[in-house]
């Protein structure tokens, strides 16, 4: 079949799942028509239209903007179902009950339009009994899409087909949903639970086992099972709380009633009184009355925990911290503590990855697709054969030996050699013809990771380094904790300029941490504070102006490719940058405010000239300067690329990606598009509405404080900021100029890191991370 592009979707079923489907698709840009039963004659589309209500709500949210939520069409299945003759994708999302789905795809048949993909995003029901039934033509058209919850947030994205199913066609729809739904797609076999729910409701089950056996408590089992294996820190019995107490025995008899009774799990399944009790009594997690851990209101919002040998609630008590190399991942190190520490990460360690590894490859072609699996669908930081390469294959499997359990053909093949290797570079995985393959790259990836691998930077320091990336192109890479902006990173930007400025056509901004940068480093500042070395927090804020502005005119297109939080200086350099390819889950914003601060790296200079020339805006110095001054006072940030746009963060001109993995790639694309007749910009000049405005900002200010929505030094910093919108002493027939504002910038910084109150803020967000409401 051609390989047509997915133009329109319809997604089945407006329950959490196909709702959050539905809206992913929509973030994509893509109009999807979402349909679901009649429950009310007086508005027969009320379900759907409840759903989209309701995601246009909720926090985190769905949509990355109120644009997306207005390319969902909703509908019924009794009246609308012929419509998904104009859809290209159909996704199945109803009850996991195989009866519903067969009569669905029934009615679908009679009405979709051949070689349109149906697919079905059930956790539980084997592909071959879902199309039992249907014509040769639907099950070459049939698939499974397997998506994580929520959708919008959860890379993963399980892809199984059947011996029937038409190959060109999977491969199209696991590549729209890489390309423009962001996934990580996963090939998974046709076999209960797939992989990331086999192997994870698995571990679920070997934590709680052990934890009752051992007589352990809910803290302690957790501050094991958590970040010491490098698993989230909600530990095992946080999770069941998160996703819900009462879906753990839908999963348990959904995996008892298909999988061999050989299989391990088998032996493990376990029903508990005290769980059953306590989803009969409301417990079902976060979203009932609580969970394993609850907050009880009539205590005053005591944190508790259920005593599993009781089954009553107690105050929740802090568990013993590990110390040593136990704390810090090593596995060995953690199974070989005395006690029921020790006791309990076996239990759980040896059961699971045993199980992990008689996997393959009966739930994935490789070790490779198992590890995915559990980094993307429950946030592992190692996969389970990652994990064997931390113990030694030879170590698990001779311990397992020694106990007499059986060991999995794979541990036997590895023998003393390691699941995953680099080679030339390269980074490669054990098959099981126990030769070694490279790890593959979906086609048009690029990352830092590997180019690091296999050459060495241009120049570097302790926080920043310059990277070829080939086609004359640079990369800018942050290094430092947390990606903050120092001083070194400062120096580098401008030695990169002159490098890239000889040898080079473009610079690419990037990197690969947790986040692009979380602004400037506030410990070093804090530290200057409290030594009052003045000077030298000058000489930091006038040397961030001149990086930046060089950027800014440097003579090549600069590029910067944010994700994660781009906040406070991290913003600053987008906007200094001559275009930004932004990945979809961008938050970026000038939060120095929050900290007592205002932007001192030519962020409001930026600002002003973005919203001075959007044309939405009326005519005149005040509409532009009102607007930043809304952004900017409260501490705006944007949750979403696209968000971005709407508050001038990001141009409409600006790219996204969706897939984090293509971000490098399209930035680099960017980059070379802009170089032909590349000139850099005009400096902007503005006229500024002066004191007159800066009253104005001020009244504004003291509404949201007689709001409450405002704290006293609130006040102060926002007539700091105002001073600098305004244009200080400016005047309307004045012009202002680029260095007028940033001289306004430097003298707002300065004045406010002298207040106590400023201070005291900084302190606040260093220990706590949230800002303290002075």
Not at 207 to 223: P, R, S, T, W
Not at 406 to 431: C, M
Not at 708 to 719: E, I, Q, R, W
């Amino acid at each position: 079949m051609s390989a047509a592009p997915v133009k329109k979707v319809c997604v089945i079923g407006a329950g959490t799942m196909g709702a959050g489907i539905a809206a992913q698709v929509a973030n994509a840009g893509i109009p999807v028509l979402l349909l679901d039963i009649v429950r009310d004659p007086s508005d027969r589309n009320a379900v759907a239209k409840g759903a989209v209500a309701k995601m246009l709500k909720t926090d985190p949210a769905p949509f990355m903007s109120k644009a997306a939520a207005k390319l969902v069409e909703t509908g019924n299945i009794e009246d609308d179902l012929a419509k998904v003759a104009d859809c290209d994708w159909i996704v199945e999302a109803i009850i996991e009950r195989i009866d519903l789905k067969q009569g669905l795809y029934e009615k679908l048949e009679a009405v979709r339009t051949p070689g349109t993909a149906v697919s079905s995003n059930t956790s539980t029901i084997p592909l071959a009994n879902l199309i039992e039934g249907r014509s040769e033509a639907f099950a070459r058209d049939f698939l499974i899409t397997h998506f994580f919850n929520p959708p919008r947030y959860m890379r993963l994205l399980e892809v199984v087909s059947g011996p029937k199913s038409d190959p060109a066609l999977v491969d199209r729809i696991a590549d729209f949903a890489d390309r423009a739904l962001g996934k990580s797609v996963v090939r998974a076999k046709d076999t209960p639970g797939f992989i990331a729910n086999r192997v994870g409701t698995f571990w679920i089950q070997a934590g709680l086992n052990a934890a009752f056996d051992l007589g352990l408590g809910v803290e302690e089992a957790d501050a094991i099972a958590g970040a010491p294996m490098g698993v989230p820190k909600t530990g095992i019995f946080g999770l069941v709380d998160l996703v819900g107490i009462d879906l753990m025995p839908h999963l348990q008899a959904s995996l008892t009633q298909t999988l061999p009774k050989s299989d391990r799990y088998q032996d493990l399944a376990r029903s508990y009184p005290l769980i059953d009790k306590m989803i009969a009594d409301g417990y079902t997690g976060r979203k009932g009355k609580g969970g394993f851990y609850r907050l009880n209101r009539e205590a005053g919002k005591r944190k508790e925990t259920v005593d599993l040998a009781t089954g009553d609630y107690r105050p929740q008590v802090k568990a013993a911290t590990l110390s040593g190399p136990a704390a810090k991942g090593d596995l060995n190190a953690l199974i070989a503590l005395p006690g029921k520490t020790g006791a309990y990460a076996w239990a759980i360690l040896g059961e699971t990855l045993a199980y992990a590894a008689s996997l393959v490859p009966q739930a994935a072609d490789s070790v490779v697709g198992i590890d995915e699996a559990m980094r993307l669908g429950y946030n592992w930081k190692y996969g389970p054969f990652e994990m064997i390469d931390r113990i030694g294959a030879k170590v698990l499997a001779d311990k397992l030996a020694a106990e007499g359990r059986p060991v999995p053909a794979i541990l036997t093949l590895a023998g003393d050699r390691s699941f995953y290797r680099f080679e030339e570079g390269k980074r490669q995985y054990l098959g099981l013809d126990g030769a070694y393959h490279d790890v593959p790259r979906a086609e048009g990836v690029l990352l830092l990771e590997d180019i690091k691998r296999v050459s060495k930077p241009i120049i570097r320091n302790g926080s920043a380094s310059l990277w070829d990336i080939g086609d004359g192109v640079a990369c800018l890479e942050f290094t430092s904790k947390m990606n903050a902006l120092d001083g070194d990173i400062l120096k580098l930007i401008g030695e990169s300029i002159g490098v890239v400025a000889q040898k080079y056509k473009a610079l690419v901004i990037y990197n690969e941490g947790a986040n692009f940068s979380a602004g400037a480093n506030l410990g070093l500042a804090l530290f200057a504070l409290n030594i009052a070395a003045w000077s030298e927090i000058e000489k930091l804020v006038s040397g961030g102006q001149m990086a930046y502005k060089a950027l800014k005119y440097a003579p090549f297109p600069v590029v910067s490719a944010p994700f994660g939080t781009a906040l406070g200086g991290g913003c600053e350099i987008l906007l200094h940058s001559d275009a930004v390819q932004a990945h979809a889950e961008s938050y970026i914003g000038l939060v120095e405010c929050g900290v007592g601060l205002v932007p001192g790296w030519g962020g409001c200079g930026e600002m002003l000239h973005r919203w001075q020339s959007n044309k939405a805006l009326p005519r005149g110095p005040m509409p532009a300067v009102a607007k930043v001054f809304e952004i900017v006072s409260t501490a705006t940030f944007s949750k979403s690329a696209a968000e971005a746009k709407d508050y001038g963060f990001l141009r409409a001109s600006d790219g996204v990606t969706m897939n984090r993995d293509r971000l490098l790639a399209d930035a680099k694309a960017k980059a070379l598009s802009l170089v032909d007749g590349y000139t850099p910009p005009a400096p902007a000049t503005f006229r500024l509405p002066g004191a007159s405005g800066r009253v104005a900002m001020k009244l504004a200010a003291e509404s949201f404080h007689k709001q409450g929505k405002a704290t006293d030094y609130d006040l102060v910093v926002s007539d700091t900021l105002a001073e600098v919108l305004s244009g200080g002493d400016a005047d309307l027939v004045d012009i202002v100029t680029e260095q007028d504002l940033m001289a306004l910038e430097r003298k707002g910084f300065m004045t406010r890191v002298h207040d106590p109150r400023t201070i005291a803020r900084v302190e606040q967000m260093l220990l706590t991370g949230k800002p303290l409401r002075n």
